[in-house]
């Protein structure tokens, strides 16, 4: 038997901030239960549940798959928890997709979360722990001082300036103020940016995600199901991923290798040979602004170093002729990190669907991508979704 078609039927998505109260199981059950309560479909109608969630230290619990799984619908059903990173919102679709794909299961429920506020002292502190403890600790360094780095090294190869990189910030804040789970959707300027606070050069802290507590959910079905539950069905045509090595020091980072050989996976399934013509609206990983730019070009819809010039020319815009970010992605919306990648698979399958309300791209959209990033630098996931 080959594989079979897998369509997105539902999806749910709880208010991205800081949560002092809901516990990650509860962020979960209201995710779970509006993607379900959007396609009418109940527990009963699930075959197996997949979850994506970060480090035990962020939710501040040991198991913390285990301790989720009742509050995802995964009680006496099968489940699954992976991770890789920031790219695992991405990635838990692509496990979703595998289960109903193969004819293993008929539904799937993904559920995605975190609780990042619940990480003390800060998440910063779970992250000092990912890095080799003979070659980098040492120097003491977190993810901040490394995304200074690659920032520098892509503005150095390139040419591109500060003010060029800040109006990513610009364009997702704004785009944001139209999305009601939004955390920090503002109306700012470039000059904003560029005179907030300096974390490490040339890193400002509007050029930086919030810490954001969330849960979003996705129901995938088997195609007979999804024709039966929903005359709008949004098929998962195209999935890639790519690891690579964790010892980022040994890549330039000007580029990122990894999200291109995910596309390149994704797009061989989805038979798409020309992505900046074949795909129309696309929800790249933005956790901080130049990233949006370095990961449109590591998916192949623009050349390398043009990113900048494209969001120059307004190409980027949610009215322009290729929409990137459209929700306002994790500049506006916010970062819980596997909320944050599940969080763009759904705002396409919403943009698909023309059900984006406020934040409706212009026209019919028929292909959008998402794609998330993890790890140290050195993940890739893409999914690609048709009507």
């Known amino acids: 038997m080959g594989l079979r078609r897998v369509a997105v039927v539902g999806a749910g998505m709880t208010k991205f901030m800081r949560r002092a109260l809901e516990t990650g199981r509860e962020l979960s059950w209201q995710a779970a239960s509006m993607a379900l309560e959007?396609?009418?479909?109940?527990?009963?109608?699930i075959d197996g549940v997949v979850i994506g969630t970060a480090p035990?230290?962020?939710?501040?619990v040991?198991?913390?798959?285990?301790?989720?799984?009742?509050?995802?619908?995964?009680?006496q059903k099968p489940v699954m928890r992976g991770y890789v990173g920031g790219g695992t919102g991405v990635f838990s679709p692509i496990q979703g997709w595998y289960h109903v794909a193969s004819g293993l299961f008929d539904v799937v429920l993904v559920v995605a979360e975190e609780k990042?506020?619940?990480?003390?002292?800060?998440?910063?502190?779970?992250?000092?722990?990912?890095?080799?403890?003979?070659?980098?600790?040492?120097?003491?360094?977190?993810?901040?001082?490394?995304?200074?780095?690659?920032?520098?090294?892509?503005m150095t190869a390139h040419g591109v300036s500060k003010r060029d990189i800040a109006l990513v910030s610009v364009k997702n804040?704004?785009?944001?103020?139209?999305?009601?789970?939004?955390?920090?959707?503002?109306?700012?300027?470039?000059?904003?940016?560029l005179n907030s606070e300096i974390m490490v050069w040339p890193?400002?802290?509007?050029?930086?995600?919030?810490v954001s507590?969330?849960?979003?959910?996705?129901?995938?079905?088997?195609?007979h199901v999804a024709k039966r539950v929903t005359d709008k069905p949004v098929w998962i045509d195209g999935v890639g991923w790519h690891l690579d090595t964790a010892y980022w020091t040994n890549r330039d980072l000007y580029y990122p290798k990894y999200v291109e050989y995910a596309a390149r996976m994704a797009y061989r399934m989805a038979g798409i040979t020309e992505p900046r013509k074949q795909i129309n609206v696309v929800e790249p990983y933005d956790p901080f602004s130049y990233k949006e730019l370095h990961h449109l070009e590591g998916l192949l819809l623009c050349g390398k170093g043009e990113a900048p010039q494209l969001t120059v020319d307004g190409v980027t815009q949610r009215n322009g002729d290729l929409p990137v970010c459209p929700s306002g992605g994790l500049m506006g919306v916010g970062n819980p990190i596997a909320a944050a990648g599940l969080m763009k698979v759904a705002e396409i399958f919403w943009q698909l669907r023309g059900e984006a309300g406020k934040r409706q791209v212009p026209g019919k959209p028929i292909t959008g991508l998402a794609q998330a990033w993890g790890d140290l630098m050195q993940v890739g996931t893409v999914v690609v979704l048709r009507i």
């Open 116 to 154: 990042m506020s619940s990480c003390h002292p800060h998440p910063q502190g779970a992250f000092l722990t990912i890095f080799d403890n003979l070659l980098e600790r040492q120097l003491e360094p977190n993810l901040i001082w490394i995304f200074a780095l690659e920032m520098h090294r892509y």
């Open 173 to 193: 804040k704004r785009n944001a103020l139209d999305h009601p789970c939004a955390q920090v959707a503002e109306d700012i300027t470039v000059d904003d940016v």
């Open 203 to 210: 890193v400002n802290r509007l050029d930086v995600s919030p």
């Open 213 to 223: 507590d969330g849960a979003v959910a996705l129901v995938l079905a088997a195609e």
């Open 56 to 60: 035990d230290a962020f939710d501040g």
């Open 38 to 45: 959007s396609c009418e479909m109940t527990l009963d109608d």
């Open 62 to 75: 040991h198991m913390k798959g285990e301790y989720l799984s009742d509050g995802c619908g995964a009680w």
